[in-house]
């Protein structure tokens, strides 16, 4: 899928979880046999030649048990899976599933709670009153019982200790805890160090015992924000109504997870109850784990901690039948952002042989390199952009197709060109080879998604959630292998016609809909430096210390000199046979306007021997990726792919950059697609505020952001002037960086062999410096979008970088701002739920002559803009203190640390890091060192130092007509600002 189009799939307690590419991998090829070991204690299945050396547990209570020992760091990635989503939901109560998900980080009646005696009376009443609440009619008797419940959600409050979930997950070293649930699944993930996998087993045990709907009506108020910002999503639109046309039956379409506004406001804590036991039971849960941990041992605690859990039968769900589509369902949606079309093909799920042909389909359609869509009408820009993916679900599946239109381009056109690349695949008009070389695409991202702990437990619980024995997961690549270019044509003939679903996304005020408005919410008191006995007998368990590990450049890094203004860093892989290629050169766009638009030129060039079409596919051909990366003050460009064949990849690369032959109609269409990529980054939300927006309150209108050509200098570039950028980029100094298998002698070797250096290194142009603006005074900065919500960003610059600060600076942020548990988020969420997403913190520069920021960011309706502003202004003027928050940050950033393992091309990132800002060592140490001496007063003093009393920008993007600007006065002087303003072009 293109990077322009997201879509929202699984609704996430913290961040909303984006699907921008294909989405479920299953592809070890090993045999179909599962080993069954009956002599443990534990009986467990394996698959021969299984990679990941996969255990799976059934245990007596019916809990499915995953895991996979992966020794790369002391860490280990969880997942906790329900197959329960939203289309389990009640029709009449959609929108459950989610909100269960949220009430599941409120703890239990011994998690969380003081005195639950008392506070279980309160939470019945609440309960019995909202039964009440969503069955009366009547807006002032409504009126009234919602404040019988405000008021008592208070005293029910004083028994609480909110978000104590979050904080023992916190003071444990956890990292990402969240959740999401999506169609037909509801998932509970974190990463933790592996010597605390007992606390963490103990948590998790007691949080799915007995879960309290606490806290309800300021969570349900959270939820109304989610609701809120999905209708600000140009996304949302176009993913619901093409699922309402694919499923015209099926709750995949009838229903959403985020559910109906009507159904939000009328809750039924008795129906989230019985949800929960109906779904939340062992035999429809499965435990994944992938890390640092001995199998044997971790099953006996497993079972010790969830064998309380007791199993019972599951509401069967039934999936509606869907008729068949006979004619192409068109819709049109309207919204803020740019225009773009999707086309959407229903297909048989995931447990179906449609989806081995789907996974090759996809593939040999779109691969970002010489897929039919990336060359016919990426390569030629016949569209601004195009792409497909593919989403597998247990009932169905689907294969969407996207695109965006050129200027002056209908998206009628653009649909002809996407269902034109079926017709050819239809016809068979694809290479021979494309399939094989496909599959090896495939197995290069399976051996890619398994570096990563995170990646093996995402197998796992899409194996679950579908139902699909492990064996048929990772036998995959063998399936695909076997099918044949006719019987590939043969699935699209049978598959591919006028039975599609279309969405016509247009520019364009949208159908007005119904937000859901603030109730009246008196916020709670947080028992901060309280806690429940539970987390008390948790935390005082002890557990055996892991000692840190933290880098030296000079011994894991391999330097070498390749000629003596190109130096190699070298890191061996041990583990595969991929290999990662990166040139550095240390220029940027503030040296050169012109070097990004070069290099993305050289997207659409060949050479004397290979047209643009055979190089993309030559590069395919060895399994092989290249990309281009410029930012202010750097080049990167990246070759990766399989070892064996990285020799023929370095010639083909260094063959396009020393014989490119330029193309005079690629570049006119190259700055016809720009000019009209610029005007529709004026309509994103997202590149209004956090790009544009945010350079103009640093910089004023010229800014790093703003340095590039203006329309009217694009227009004259020529192809000759782009060429010689990239002539004079390979004459600068630079560095290799390489991560593989080969030696670093093969490396140098390959290096001499294939590239082509100059006599003597040229000196790149100047860069052009720019200056952040000093902030004298308070200034508020507004631009009107169409939207319901309203996004702000408050800047305060502060000091130049300095690594003495950063310790501090980095357990400031553990407990102020930057987490789920920290005072922020529990202020201005949990207590007074203003916000769905917010956060504050105290940002370091990349350089070591920029300054550091404070960065403060909330969403929320408009109508509460005004308690928001005063909520995280009162936050930035005095600090809430709490012993306990403090140690629970201090506690889990010791434990983060020293469980934390930089790994593979991460060393060498860090290095990059380290030479940008100064640094000589892993910045990590003094992190480590100086967070065990510090106190809370030190947290204290620093607030004082550098938040109290500051000037600020503020920058606001919302809907002018629903802004009190009267408010907004009171932070600053009001400028108002056009997008042209802050674009520059």
């Known amino acids: 899928m293109p990077d322009n189009l997201q879509f929202v799939l699984p609704m996430k307690r913290g961040v909303p979880m984006l699907i921008t590419g294909i989405l479920f991998l299953h592809l070890i090829s090993c045999t179909t046999i599962m080993n069954k070991n009956e002599t443990s204690p534990y009986p467990y299945t394996t698959v021969p030649g299984d990679s990941l050396h996969t255990r799976i547990y059934t245990l007596k209570n019916g809990l499915t048990v995953y895991m996979s020992p992966y020794h790369d760091e002391p860490r280990i990635y969880t997942s906790i899976a329900v197959r329960a989503g939203s289309k389990n939901d009640p029709a009449e109560t959609t929108g459950l599933a989610h909100y269960l998900e949220h009430m599941l980080f409120k703890g239990t009646d011994s998690l969380g709670s003081l005195d639950y005696e008392k506070e279980h009376i309160e939470l019945e009443k609440i309960t019995d009153l909202y039964e009440e609440y969503r069955s009366t009619a009547s807006i002032e008797k409504r009126a009234a019982i919602y404040k019988k419940i405000d008021s008592l959600s208070n005293s029910a409050a004083g028994f609480t200790v909110p978000n104590e979930y979050d904080k023992l997950l916190s003071s444990i070293g956890a990292q990402g805890t969240n959740a999401y649930t999506w169609v037909e699944q509801t998932v509970y993930v974190n990463d933790i160090p592996s010597n605390k996998f007992d606390q963490w087993l103990t948590i998790e045990a007691e949080r799915f015992r007995n879960p309290v709907?606490?806290?309800?009506?300021?969570?349900?108020?959270?939820?109304?924000?989610?609701?809120?910002?999905?209708?600000?999503?140009?996304?949302?639109?176009?993913?619901?109504?093409?699922?309402?046309?694919?499923?015209?039956?099926?709750?995949?379409?009838?229903?959403?997870?985020?559910?109906?506004?009507?159904?939000?406001?009328?809750?039924?804590?008795?129906?989230?109850?019985?949800?929960?036991?109906?779904?939340y039971v062992p035999n429809n849960m499965a435990l994944c784990i992938a890390g640092d941990f001995e199998p044997d041992a971790m099953i006996?605690?497993?079972?010790?901690?969830?064998?309380?859990?007791?199993?019972?039968?599951?509401?069967?769900?039934?999936?509606?039948?869907?008729?068949?589509?006979?004619?192409?369902?068109?819709?049109?949606?309207?919204g803020p952002e740019s225009e773009e079309l999707v086309i959407g093909f229903r297909f048989n799920g995931v447990n179906t042989s449609d989806a081995d042909y789907l996974t090759l389909v996809d593939k040999i359609l779109f691969n970002h390199t010489a897929g039919l869509i990336d060359l016919n009408l990426n390569q030629q820009q016949r569209v601004l952009d195009a792409g497909s993916t593919l989403v597998m679900m247990k009932d169905y599946s689907t294969l969407i197709l996207t695109g965006k239109p050129r200027e002056g381009q209908s998206l009628d056109k653009v649909k002809t060109e996407l269902l034109g690349q079926l017709e050819l695949l239809k016809e068979g008009k694809f290479p021979d080879w494309l399939i094989e070389a496909a599959i090896n695409d495939l197995k290069i991202e399976q051996l890619k998604l398994y570096e990563t702990n995170r990646g093996r437990v995402e197998a796992y619980v899409d194996a679950f959630i579908w139902g699909m024995p492990w064996p048929e997961y990772i036998n995959q690549i063998e399936r695909l292998q076997k099918i044949t270019k006719p019987e590939l044509v043969a699935f699209a003939k049978k598959h591919y016609s006028e039975n599609y679903v279309a969405i016509f996304k247009e520019h364009g005020t949208p159908e007005s809909e119904v937000k859901i408005q603030k109730p009246p919410i008196t916020p709670l008191t947080m028992n901060r430096n309280t806690s429940s006995h539970f987390a008390e007998n948790i935390l005082a368990k002890k557990s055996e210390a892991t000692s840190p590990s933290f880098l030296d450049y000079k011994k894991d890094i391999g330097f070498f000199d390749i000629k003596p203004s190109v130096k190699l860093h070298y890191l061996h892989n041990s583990e595969n046979e991929l290999f990662s290629l990166y040139y550095v050169f240390d220029i940027g766009k503030n040296n050169s306007k012109k070097i990004d638009l070069a290099l993305d030129y050289l997207s659409y060039l060949g050479t004397s021997e290979l047209t643009p079409k055979e190089f993309s596919q030559e590069l395919y051909k060895v399994g092989a990726s290249f990309s281009a990366f410029t930012s202010d003050n750097y080049v990167y460009l990246k070759l990766s792919g399989l070892q064996k064949n990285s020799a023929a990849a370095i010639r083909l690369l260094e063959n396009l950059l020393v014989d490119t032959r330029p193309d005079k109609e690629a570049l006119e269409k190259l700055?016809?697609?720009?000019?009209?990529?610029?005007?529709?980054?004026?309509?994103?939300?997202?590149?209004?505020?956090?790009?544009?927006?945010?350079?103009?309150?640093?910089?004023?209108?010229?800014?790093?952001?703003?340095?590039?050509?203006?329309?009217?200098?694009?227009?004259?570039?020529?192809?000759?002037?782009?060429?010689?950028?990239?002539?004079?980029?390979?004459?600068?100094?630079?560095?290799?960086?390489?991560?593989?298998?080969?030696?670093?002698?093969?490396?140098?070797?390959?290096?001499?062999?294939?590239?082509?250096?100059?006599?003597?290194?040229?000196?790149?142009?100047?860069?052009?410096?720019?200056?952040?603006?000093?902030?004298?005074?308070?200034?508020?900065?507004?631009?009107?979008?169409?939207?319901?919500?309203?996004?702000?960003?408050?800047?305060?610059?502060?000091?130049?970088?300095?690594?003495?600060?950063?310790?501090?600076?980095?357990?400031?942020?553990?407990?102020?701002?930057?987490?789920?548990?920290?005072?922020?988020?529990?202020?201005?969420?949990?207590?007074?739920?203003?916000?769905?997403?917010?956060?504050?913190?105290?940002?370091?520069?990349?350089?070591?002559?920029?300054?550091?920021?404070?960065?403060?960011?909330?969403?929320?309706?408009?109508?509460?803009?005004?308690?928001?502003?005063?909520?995280?202004?009162?936050?930035?003027?005095?600090?809430?203190?709490?012993?306990?928050?403090?140690?629970?940050?201090?506690?889990?950033?010791?434990?983060?640390i020293s469980t934390e393992r930089l790994t593979k091309t991460e060393i060498l990132f860090s290095y990059e890091e380290a030479l940008r800002l100064g640094h000589d060592h892993d910045i990590r140490k003094d992190i480590y060192q100086g967070t065990g001496k510090m106190n809370l007063n030190d947290i204290e003093q620093f607030h004082k130092s550098h938040f109290n009393n500051k000037k600020h920008v503020m920058l606001v993007l919302g809907n002018k007509k629903n802004l009190d600007m009267a408010t907004l006065r009171k932070y600053g002087t009001v400028k108002e600002l056009k997008v042209d303003d802050i674009f520059g072009y």
């Not at 709750?251 to 159904?263: D, N, V």
């Not at 019972?312 to 819709?331: G, H, M, W, Y």
């Open 213 to 279: 709907m606490r806290l309800f009506h300021t969570e349900l108020e959270t939820v109304y924000e989610e609701k809120n910002m999905t209708m600000d999503s140009d996304s949302r639109k176009i993913w619901e109504n093409l699922f309402a046309g694919l499923f015209k039956k099926h709750t995949y379409g009838t229903q959403t997870t985020i559910g109906k506004a009507e159904h939000l406001k009328n809750p039924s804590i008795k129906n989230v109850i019985d949800y929960y036991r109906s779904h």
């Open 300 to 334: 006996t605690l497993i079972d010790e901690k969830f064998s309380a859990l007791e199993p019972k039968e599951v509401p069967l769900f039934t999936p509606a039948a869907e008729d068949e589509i006979t004619k192409p369902l068109i819709t049109t949606v309207k």
């Open 671 to 896: 700055k016809e697609g720009l000019i009209k990529e610029r005007a529709d980054d004026k309509l994103s939300k997202k590149k209004i505020l956090f790009e544009a927006m945010t350079s103009y309150g640093k910089y004023g209108p010229v800014s790093p952001f703003t340095n590039v050509l203006s329309n009217s200098e694009l227009e004259k570039v020529t192809s000759k002037e782009l060429l010689e950028e990239i002539e004079s980029l390979m004459q600068y100094s630079h560095r290799v960086l390489y991560y593989g298998p080969a030696s670093s002698q093969e490396v140098l070797g390959e290096l001499h062999s294939v590239r082509h250096y100059p006599e003597s290194f040229k000196t790149p142009p100047a860069n052009d410096p720019y200056k952040d603006l000093e902030q004298n005074d308070n200034l508020v900065y507004v631009v009107d979008y169409d939207m319901t919500q309203a996004e702000v960003i408050l800047l305060t610059r502060d000091e130049l970088y300095n690594q003495s600060i950063v310790p501090l600076a980095t357990l400031f942020n553990e407990y102020y701002g930057g987490g789920m548990s920290s005072v922020v988020f529990q202020e201005l969420r949990e207590a007074k739920a203003l916000a769905y997403s917010v956060f504050s913190v105290f940002k370091t520069p990349k350089q070591k002559k920029e300054h550091n920021y404070i960065v403060s960011y909330i969403g929320t309706q408009a109508d509460k803009l005004p308690e928001a502003l005063e909520g995280i202004s009162n936050l930035m003027r005095e600090l809430p203190k709490s012993p306990q928050l403090f140690a629970s940050a201090q506690n889990g950033m010791l434990q983060k």
